[in-house]
C-alpha cells in the first residue's frame, strides 16, 4: 500500500522584488517554506507562480524552486504551463510538482470551448462590432505514473476571478467605476470567462473518461467559486443535476466535505471564510481516500483595509491537501 498526498495550494503572485522592495523574496520563503514542509505532497498543484528572468537565458521558475528546497519537493519533477517560446509566463502560472514519474502533460486555453462573441454595452467608445471573450489562463492537464501500468489524471486550474472586467471608458482609476451598469457588465464579462473554463474543464474530463473509463482524475487549484456556485458544479456534474444515472461514474466529487463545517474555508474576506480552492476526484479515488486538511489557521482577512503586502508576506489562500491509500 503506498500513501499519496495530493495538495493545491495558490501562492498569490509568488515572485521576486525589486531591491529594498518589502515583502522581499526571502521573507516570504520565510513564512511560506513552513507551509511547503507541511504539506509533505507528492504531488502539488500550484497557482499563481511568476517566472523570473536572468540574463541569456529563458524565463523559469526560480523563485518557487528556492521556496521548495530544503522541503521533500526540492528535486521533484516540475512541470507548468507555457507560452510559445518555451519559457514560462511572467505571471501566475500553473504549477504541478510531483515525486511521482510525468508521462506527459498539456495546456488547454479555448481549445475545447470556442470563446464566446459578445458586444459591449457600455463599452466608451461603443464597439464597431462584437468581440471574442476569450479566457486569459489555461487550464493544465498532467499525467503521472502510479506504478503497474495505472495513471493518474492531474488537472490544475485557476478559474477567472470575480474581479469585473475592465471596460474602455468606463474606468476613473483601477478601483473606481464611472457607472454601475458598467460595472455589472463587468462582472457579466467576468463570469462568462469563468464559466468558459469550467466548461473547458468539464469536457477534457469527458474527453479523458470516453478513452478511459476508468481513469482516475484529480481536478485541483482555485476556482474562485464556493461549492454550490455554478462554476463548481459544472465540473462536478451530480445527478442531481445532469438527471441521469447513467453518469453517475462521471461524478467528480469534492474532497473538502469531509472537513467540518467550521474549518471549511480556504480564503477570508470581509470577516467570512470562503471556500475557494477545491480538489474533485473521481468516485474510483474514493475507495483509497483516507482524509483531507485545510492550512487556514493563519490566514489573514486580504479584504480589511492596511491588509497590505508588508505586513502579510505569507499568501492569502490556504493549502488543501488529500491523502490515498493506492495499491
Given at each position: 500500500?503506498?500513501?499519496?498526498?495530493?495538495?493545491?495550494?495558490?501562492?498569490?503572485?509568488?515572485?521576486?522584488?525589486?531591491?529594498?522592495?518589502?515583502?522581499?523574496?526571502?521573507?516570504?520563503?520565510?513564512?511560506?517554506?513552513?507551509?511547503?514542509?507541511?504539506?509533505?505532497?507528492?504531488?502539488?498543484?500550484?497557482?499563481?507562480?511568476?517566472?523570473?528572468?536572468?540574463?541569456?537565458?529563458?524565463?523559469?521558475?526560480?523563485?518557487?524552486?528556492?521556496?521548495?528546497?530544503?522541503?521533500?519537493?526540492?528535486?521533484?519533477?516540475?512541470?507548468?504551463?507555457?507560452?510559445?517560446?518555451?519559457?514560462?509566463?511572467?505571471?501566475?502560472?500553473?504549477?504541478?510538482?510531483?515525486?511521482?514519474?510525468?508521462?506527459?502533460?498539456?495546456?488547454?486555453?479555448?481549445?475545447?470551448?470556442?470563446?464566446?462573441?459578445?458586444?459591449?454595452?457600455?463599452?466608451?467608445?461603443?464597439?464597431?462590432?462584437?468581440?471574442?471573450?476569450?479566457?486569459?489562463?489555461?487550464?493544465?492537464?498532467?499525467?503521472?505514473?502510479?506504478?503497474?501500468?495505472?495513471?493518474?489524471?492531474?488537472?490544475?486550474?485557476?478559474?477567472?476571478?470575480?474581479?469585473?472586467?475592465?471596460?474602455?471608458?468606463?474606468?476613473?482609476?483601477?478601483?473606481?467605476?464611472?457607472?454601475?451598469?458598467?460595472?455589472?457588465?463587468?462582472?457579466?464579462?467576468?463570469?462568462?470567462?469563468?464559466?468558459?473554463?469550467?466548461?473547458?474543464?468539464?469536457?477534457?474530463?469527458?474527453?479523458?473518461?470516453?478513452?478511459?473509463?476508468?481513469?482516475?482524475?484529480?481536478?485541483?487549484?482555485?476556482?474562485?467559486?464556493?461549492?454550490?456556485?455554478?462554476?463548481?458544479?459544472?465540473?462536478?456534474?451530480?445527478?442531481?443535476?445532469?438527471?441521469?444515472?447513467?453518469?453517475?461514474?462521471?461524478?467528480?466529487?469534492?474532497?473538502?466535505?469531509?472537513?467540518?463545517?467550521?474549518?471549511?474555508?480556504?480564503?477570508?474576506?470581509?470577516?467570512?471564510?470562503?471556500?475557494?480552492?477545491?480538489?474533485?476526484?473521481?468516485?474510483?479515488?474514493?475507495?483509497?481516500?483516507?482524509?483531507?486538511?485545510?492550512?487556514?489557521?493563519?490566514?489573514?482577512?486580504?479584504?480589511?483595509?492596511?491588509?497590505?503586502?508588508?505586513?502579510?508576506?505569507?499568501?492569502?489562500?490556504?493549502?488543501?491537501?488529500?491523502?490515498?491509500?493506492l495499491d
Open positions: 500500500m503506498t500513501t499519496l498526498r495530493i495538495a493545491t495550494f495558490n501562492l498569490e503572485n509568488f515572485d521576486e522584488t525589486a531591491p529594498g522592495e518589502r515583502p522581499s523574496l526571502a521573507e516570504r520563503i520565510a513564512l511560506m517554506r513552513p507551509q511547503i514542509i507541511r504539506l509533505r505532497a507528492d504531488v502539488a498543484c500550484f497557482q499563481e507562480v511568476n517566472g523570473q528572468e536572468r540574463p541569456g537565458v529563458p524565463r523559469a521558475l526560480l523563485a518557487l524552486q528556492e521556496l521548495l528546497d530544503g522541503t521533500n519537493l526540492e528535486g521533484a519533477t516540475v512541470v507548468s504551463t507555457k507560452p510559445e517560446d518555451n519559457a514560462v509566463y511572467n505571471e501566475r502560472n500553473l504549477v504541478v510538482v510531483s515525486r511521482l514519474p510525468v508521462l506527459a502533460h498539456r495546456q488547454l486555453r479555448n481549445e475545447l470551448v470556442a470563446a464566446p462573441i459578445y458586444q459591449r454595452l457600455t463599452a466608451v467608445p461603443a464597439d464597431p462590432q462584437p468581440i471574442e471573450i476569450g479566457v486569459e489562463r489555461p487550464i493544465f492537464h498532467v499525467e503521472l505514473d502510479l506504478g503497474g501500468g495505472q495513471r493518474l489524471h492531474v488537472i490544475n486550474v485557476h478559474l477567472k476571478s470575480k474581479i469585473p472586467t475592465p471596460i474602455p471608458g468606463q474606468m476613473i482609476d483601477t478601483y473606481t467605476w464611472r457607472t454601475a451598469d458598467a460595472w455589472a457588465e463587468g462582472a457579466f464579462i467576468s463570469s462568462m470567462k469563468r464559466m468558459g473554463q469550467a466548461l473547458e474543464v468539464r469536457r477534457l474530463v469527458d474527453q479523458i473518461l470516453d478513452g478511459e473509463p476508468t481513469a482516475r482524475i484529480v481536478v485541483a487549484g482555485d476556482f474562485n467559486a464556493e461549492p454550490d456556485e455554478i462554476p463548481v458544479m459544472a465540473i462536478r456534474g451530480n445527478v442531481e443535476d445532469t438527471g441521469n444515472g447513467d453518469l453517475a461514474t462521471r461524478v467528480l466529487v469534492p474532497i473538502e466535505q469531509t472537513v467540518p463545517q467550521s474549518s471549511r474555508y480556504t480564503l477570508f474576506h470581509q470577516g467570512r471564510g470562503d471556500m475557494l480552492d477545491h480538489m474533485l476526484v473521481t468516485r474510483n479515488l474514493l475507495a483509497h481516500y483516507r482524509g483531507s486538511e485545510i492550512h487556514n489557521e493563519v490566514l489573514h482577512d486580504e479584504s480589511v483595509s492596511f491588509a497590505v503586502d508588508r505586513k502579510f508576506p505569507e499568501s492569502d489562500h490556504a493549502p488543501v491537501v488529500a491523502t490515498f491509500d
